[in-house]
């Protein structure tokens, strides 16, 4: 509906199969990947057969970001929004703190998602202070 509006997928760094196909116009696999992620819930190992059919003409490309940046998107999102979100659906946040996404634009929307973290984790994440 609005294709002047480019659209990114973020991803944890060494976790970033929808960059990586993206950028080869095929689905790339990140199985030998074996770093450990604050957002597991983005540790598939590759992009999902339909989910990459239906993005790879409509998505600008992939950005990813450090889980000290996730950490500072949680951070942030709880201090200056008042909103808990777990780290997999801070990774946008995180892109737009660190000024990762390519825009020219006045306006960039960023996708916030996901109370589904323990408590007791969410506290330390928000507690500790990261570099």
Same mark, same amino acid.
């Given at each position: 509906?609005?294709?002047?509006?480019?659209?990114?997928?973020?991803? /944890?760094?060494?976790?970033?199969?929808?960059?990586?196909?993206?950028?080869? =116009?095929?689905?790339?696999?990140?199985?030998?990947?074996? #770093?450990?992620?604050?957002?597991?819930?983005?540790?598939? /190992?590759?992009?999902?057969?339909?989910?990459?059919?239906?993005?790879?003409?409509?998505?600008?490309?992939?950005? #990813?970001?450090?889980?000290?940046?996730?950490?500072?998107? $949680?951070?942030?999102?709880?201090?200056?929004?008042?909103? $808990? $979100?777990?780290? #997999?659906?801070?990774? %946008?946040?995180?892109?737009?703190?660190?000024?990762?996404? /390519? #825009? =020219?634009?006045?306006?960039?929307?960023? $996708?916030?998602?996901?109370?589904?973290?323990?408590?007791?984790?969410? %506290?330390?994440?928000?507690?500790?202070?990261?570099?």
């Amino acid at each position: 509906l609005s294709p002047d509006t480019a659209v990114y997928t973020v991803e /944890p760094a060494g976790h970033d199969d929808h960059a990586r196909s993206l950028a080869a =116009r095929r689905r790339v696999s990140n199985a030998e990947t074996t #770093s450990p992620s604050i957002c597991d819930a983005l540790l598939a /190992p590759t992009p999902g057969e339909l989910t990459f059919a239906v993005n790879r003409d409509r998505l600008a490309g992939g950005l #990813s970001v450090s889980d000290s940046a996730v950490h500072q998107a $949680v951070r942030t999102a709880f201090e200056s929004l008042k909103l $808990v $979100v777990e780290p #997999s659906g801070a990774v %946008a946040l995180a892109a737009a703190l660190r000024e990762e996404i /390519p #825009s =020219r634009a006045a306006t960039i929307g960023v $996708v916030l998602s996901g109370a589904n973290v323990d408590p007791e984790a969410h %506290a330390d994440l928000v507690s500790r202070r990261t570099n």
